[in-house]
């Protein structure tokens, strides 16, 4: 047999074994498992490591303007990087709308952007104005171009699209094979919260907490799930921190409904004392929803053993300590004035491997689950996603005792802060291959700009089943008239 690479003697986890196996790569694809082959090109020696599938990052905010303007201090290039340095060989940033712009325009801007990334990736469409011609004729030329997830906000005033605007968004999804995301916060009682904090004059970080109660999300979450089950179209919750909204995804998953959802290391690594730090330094730690509490943690965690959630994903959206990011509408600004996301790309699969796995909380086989496997299933990434033969050759290799303080440094990433600094993990993606390349090898990268391939997805979640609605009205009723991108 030809190939091009063997990796030698490590020890395979895959989302549901843990093997010892060689894994022979030729073009790009995995094509055995097996033992005492010799020859190969390369061969990597993977001996007392974890080898397992590359993180897919599922939640990033890369080179995406705000609603309000603010460009992100990450283009495809540094945020691929920093992606792979943190033990990611694939990411599904956002490709997000602006009012008045048309999808079509919107996936050629991000293709320029993306033509920099040195991992492969795909976008899922933030849409922030279902006019008809996009419902009827945009998106679904988007789900030709292979892109398989719009994603909707409840919340921002520049961005929601009301209840309405998410059924009709899961309408059209649900007709091909879509899977609809969505943010779930009450824009009122945000809002709300906003007003009566600024009259009282309460306007430092720490109150960003208290502005984003626990029942804005809870509330959203539970309708977000209503709207869903009325036209039984698959949806995916983003970044739950709530005990109440973990919980409601849960029950309903039991009762059967097509909910999928993910949460984030910031709610299971930082709490509500940290926007309280001196001066700004709180401003470090606003995202939304906003970190929560040390019970809500734990319970968090709870849910991620428990297989409520089917990823852990970054939501990295990086805006710099200055004022060109956090800053942007100026210094000591009120909280609701501060850009709102957190980096975190990197230090993902670092968090979740020494928190998760090495604490006992997750095993080795949920961390491949939760890190890429159901993100590979979720959002119809059919050729990665498991070690397989025919998959793509997307691989980290894994020093599961080397101890480090994590560093912005070694984020690789193009922020100033990293609200991760100090903390003590263990276990370092040492190697990380993409598509058979090497991309990232001890503490160096490999890569070239603009290696990374856009990833053609394919439907998503097949199972039509029949919601409330009738039979005439039903959009599925298309749906497997074999429409493919
Ligand atoms: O605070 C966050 N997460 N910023 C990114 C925008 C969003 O809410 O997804
Ligand atoms: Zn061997
Ligand atoms: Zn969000
Ligand atoms: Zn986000």
């Known amino acids: 047999m030809e190939f091009d690479t063997i990796i030698h003697d490590g020890t395979v986890v895959t989302a549901n074994e843990i093997f010892e196996t ?7 694809r995995i094509v055995a498992l097996a033992e005492r082959l010799s020859g190969g090109a390369t061969r990597i ?7 397992m599938h590359g993180g897919i990052e599922a939640h990033a905010h890369i080179a995406q303007e705000s609603a309000a303007g603010i460009m992100g201090a990450d283009d495809y290039y540094t945020g691929s990087v920093s992606a792979a340095f943190g033990g990611n060989s694939t990411f599904i940033p956002f490709a997000a709308q602006h ?4 999808i079509d325009d919107v996936i050629a801007t991000y293709d320029a952007r993306a033509a920099q990334s040195v991992l492969d990736y795909s976008y899922h469409l933030i849409v922030t104005d279902p006019t008809p011609e996009a419902l009827n004729h945009q ?7 292979g892109i398989t997830s719009f994603k909707g906000f409840m919340t921002y005033d520049l961005m929601n699209i ?15 094979g879509v899977m609809t995301m969505v943010h779930a916060e009450n824009k009122g009682m945000v809002k709300w919260m906003n007003a009566r904090l600024a009259e009282a004059g309460l306007t430092a970080p720490k109150y960003h907490a208290q502005s984003r109660p626990e029942l804005a999300e809870e509330e959203a979450i539970n309708r977000a799930i209503s709207l869903s089950k009325l036209i039984d179209a698959p949806l995916f919750i983003v970044h739950a921190s709530t005990e109440g909204g973990a919980a409601i995804v849960q029950r309903e998953k039991v009762a059967g409904a097509r909910i999928y959802a993910e949460t984030c290391p910031q709610y299971l690594a930082f709490t509500r004392a940290d926007l309280d730090k001196p001066g700004m330094e709180g401003a470090k730690f606003i995202c939304s929803p906003p970190v929560r509490d040390q019970r809500t943690q734990a319970v968090l965690w709870g ?16 805006y710099r300590y200055d004022e060109t990011g956090k800053f942007m509408n100026g210094v000591d600004i009120p909280y609701p004035k501060v850009a709102k996301g957190m980096p975190g790309i990197a230090a993902r699969l670092p968090h979740l491997f020494s928190e998760g796995v090495l604490k006992g909380r997750i095993t080795a086989q949920q961390f491949v689950a939760l890190k890429a496997t159901n993100a590979a299933r979720t959002f119809g990434v059919t050729r990665k996603g498991s070690i ?25 990433d193009n922020m100033d802060y990293t609200p991760f600094e100090g903390m003590e993990l263990t276990g370092v993606p040492e190697i990380v291959i993409n598509h058979g390349n090497i991309i990232v090898e001890t503490g160096k990268l490999k890569a070239r700009e603009g290696q990374g391939q856009f ?31």
């Open 388 to 412: 397989t033969p025919g998959f793509d050759a997307d691989i980290a290799i894994w020093n599961p005792e080397q101890r480090r303080r994590i560093t912005l440094a070694d984020q690789h």
């Open 99 to 102: 009012r008045g712009q048309s």
């Open 303 to 318: 849910h991620v053993r428990m297989g409520t959630f089917e990823s852990v994903s970054s939501d990295h959206a990086p």
């Open 455 to 485: 990833v053609t997805r394919a439907p998503v979640d097949m199972d039509a089943r029949k919601g409330h609605l009738a039979k005439e009205l039903d959009p599925s009723q298309n749906f497997r008239a074999g429409i493919r991108p």
């Open 139 to 145: 998106l679904p030329r988007a789900f030709k171009r």
């Open 45 to 51: 020696d993977a001996g007392g490591r974890l080898v």
């Open 22 to 28: 060689d894994i022979v790569i030729r073009e790009g």
């Open 162 to 176: 009301g209840d309405d605007g998410m059924l009709n968004i899961m309408t059209v999804a649900k007709k091909y």
